[in-house]
């Protein structure tokens, strides 16, 4: 590292510590983790189909009207799944429970039972308020479900795969799918802000051919203040796997995945100093920068090759992708970053 | 008013002259298609809901095992010894031979059958409405309706009929991020209306505009309208692909636009650098889009879902129909904020606040100063309580439905702490600014100040909660943050608490905030654990 090169990354670094507002950025992100991770997992465990907790912490009190077998096996699976089912004579008995508080929903079974190829239609009938309806319909699903899985096997047709049990896996894959991922690109994402500001602001004063003038070149210009911004995503992408790690969010293959990170920022840095360059100024500048991030973003969860999908897999302890997947991202932004030295003078000649 | 209007409309035509000849030269087609084609991607994204993660479970399966169509499993055909094999070197998480699921011994093997039971359902409840006739493969179907039980059940017209197995959970998420996806265009303008601003503020071209008989409010006003009608534009057509009522989407989202236009003239009127901009915008952006986004999750479960527009246009897509009330009560704090940003912006419009720099919360504080009107100090003090009531609301929206998440013991601590700072900033900043400026320097007009000031609150309080939907208006915790109580008791509590501020300020002097906001925010918190029974007398 050139001593002029140490200089100005100094510069570079103590001028993004100078600018407190570079704190809002950090509470951006604890700010969206924060959200994303409590609401979204509390509303994943709620709208998850497999999930038995809306069941067991509901316990829904059920009135069963119908024929004898018909509404024991009924009760019987509600029992089962956490509901508390209680059979009644009638219809009326079910309403005049209702009336009272002692229900909260009811299922009529039709008077007889289907035969092989009949259709049994029974009601549910649920309060008025859609709120408590719509919790309530979930809840009963899952015993509904068991119900018509027993009229279908009586008809001698069955559900392969149908024993499977395993874990509700929602919060697994919103943790290592989106939440992780966020969290560790969010950093690239300030970064090339960064770097468009400062490049840009350096452009617009003058004071860019000011610096070029000296001992400089363009290419250690940009360098330093591309490694400046760089290493506060590493910081931020450090304390994120510090803080999960506290939250038990176990990250596998930590230097790895903070390499894949690092290397996201790297190449969003390069990406942004090249529009910089190109556009000259910040409003355009930033406009396709917002577009290339929306764009980059899209894409990244659509393809299995996209650095999304290796940081993810790498933070999941997948076996099947480790040191050389990263040498290979780590060439190719090595080979952005030699292409933007090799088009910067050009780029800034043209403006 | 029409020489107003002719004005506004000419600054609206330079505007536009102004980002034609911005993009006029090898920009325009560059940055034209990446707008096609972030659109593009995006959709394209959006219907492959890949959302979920890919690649995360590694499953082996044998030839005459079932397919998996779902980027989560990264599949690979492999005899059974193979399959064996790659289990044991921990190579794969799952291995299917035919119709056994075999797992590793790992959680994370437990969670990918858990998603293999989930996906394998769904395709094997495909299969049998292929295979078998309807009445066989799904015999069981549920009639739903409501209590009281209908009197002759077999008629009943308007209830739902449903098979349990296919019954799906009322998940909003393909809604919201379908509604969601208006967001994009709309927050790229108004990142295009920051940067305008901040680039003809650099250039101070911006000084030439003021130096005019032009007032500030035409100038905002003209430069706000294109962005408004392009913005708009986009929605509608982007309504029109998704396949929702383009005029409708027009009317819920105009609020959303306004919001964010009047939020985006801030920044650059107190930006001081690039990079101010740069992380206020971002902060403004993410804020935003979790405000709309995160109550749009609840539809269904909560009506609190209503304070986001978003959720109207979850309701859009599915063809349901939303109350006036519920519309007023995402649309009024937004439409508010909008017209008193749009007032301030007109006020610190001007040479001298521009060119002064300050720290953040310095210029802020300015720019509720500059709103008032120094020969009305106390009719300034009203309106501006009143005024900003909507900012208080929106705050205490949003930590109320964050609150949601947490056990209510925590969620009342937290929620009470913020909302009384909220508050005491709100009621005495306009006092504070008058004490700092010595334009009062005595303990009776301070505390009619006070008065004034609490009385604008309660006010704009009670109006509010006027076109709240019920649910917002009777939540336990928004009875205590919008003081629900009774008018006098209000009244005169946050009096109290104003005036404590406020003298605390006059006798300790301005530069002692932060501290005479402890007393206060301290005396206030005291009082809402009392109002709702934690603490008693």
Known sequence: MSAAFRALLEREVRALIRERTILIAFAIQLFVASFSSTLLVGLISIYDPDSTQLTSQMRPRVGVVGEVDAAAAMAAVLAENDAQPRQFPSSAAVQVAFDAGELDAAILLPDTLNGADEVSEAELVLPASDTRATLLRMALRKPLKEYEERLRKENGIELRYANLQGLSSSTYEFQYGALIPLLLFFPGFVTGGIVIDTISEEMVNHTLETLWAGPLSLNTILGAKMT????????????????????????????????????????????????????????????????????????????????????TRLATGDPGVGLSAVLGYAALVGAMGWGLGKVSRRLVAAG | MKAFLGTSLAITNRELTRLRSRFSDRSRPLVLGALVLVLLVSYVSYRQQGIRGRAIYNVGVSSDGPTLNDPRFRARTMSPSEGHAALAEGRIDVYIDSANVIPRDTEKAQYAVGALRLYLETTELARIAEDYPASEGFPFRVGVTSFPIPEDLATERDKEVVVPSLMQPPMPFEGVLKASLHLFPIFLVGMFFTSGLMEERRERRISVLLASPISSLQIILGKVLPYLLFALVVVMAMATVLGGNPLLAAIIFVPVICFVLSVTLMVPLIYRSFMDTTFISMFVTVATTLYLVFPAMLLGFSDLAYISPLSLAVEMYQDNAFS???????????????????????????????????????????????????????????????????????????????????????????????????????????????????????????????????????????????????????????????????????????????????????????????????????????????????VSL
Not at chain 1, 237 to 265: D, E, F, Q, Y
Not at chain 1, 279 to 301: P, V, W
Not at chain 2, 506 to 519: D, E, F, I, K, S
Request: hydrophobic share 60%.
């Open chain 1, 228 to 311: 400046a911004a760089l290493a506060v995503s590493l910081a931020q992408g450090l304390c994120w796997v510090a803080l999960m790690g506290l939250n038990g969010i176990v990250v596998h293959r930590v230097p790895l995945v903070l390499a894949v990170s690092t290397l996201s920022a790297t190449a969003i840095a390069i990406v942004s100093a090249l529009i910089t360059l190109l556009f000259h100024d910040r409003e355009r500048g930033q406009f396709i920068y917002a577009l290339f991030i929306l764009l980059a973003a899209s894409l990244s969860f659509m393809s299995d090759l996209s650095p999304v999908t290796l940081l």
């Open chain 2, 324 to 534: 006036l009330r519920a519309y007023l009560t995402a649309a009024l704090p937004m439409l508010l904020m909008f017209s008193i940003f749009i007032y301030i912006g007109s006020r610190i419009l001007n040479e001298e606040y521009l060119s002064r720099h300050r720290p953040i919360y310095r210029k802020l504080a300015e720019a509720v100063y500059m709103a008032m009107d120094l020969r009305r100090p106390y009719l300034s003090t009203f309106l501006v309580s009143l005024g900003l009531i909507p900012m208080v609301y929106l705050i205490q929206l949003v930590a109320l439905t964050f609150a949601l998440n947490f056990p209510l013991r925590l969620a009342l601590g937290g929620v009470l702490a913020a909302s009384v700072v909220v508050e005491e900033v709100a009621k005495s900043g306009g006092i504070a600014m008058l004490i700092e400026e010595r334009r009062v320097n005595k303990v009776l007009p301070v505390v009619l100040l006070a008065f004034l000031s609490a009385l604008g609150f309660l006010i704009g309080e009670k109006l509010l909660l006027m076109v709240s939907i019920q649910s917002v208006s009777e939540s336990l915790l928004s009875a205590v943050l919008l003081n629900a109580g009774k008018l006098w008791i209000t009244l005169a509590a946050h009096w109290v608490f104003t005036a404590i501020l406020a003298l605390l300020l006059l006798w300790w002097g301005p530069r002692r905030y932060r501290y005479a906001l402890a007393v206060a925010g301290a005396v206030h918190l005291m009082y809402n654990l009392v109002v709702l029974g934690v």
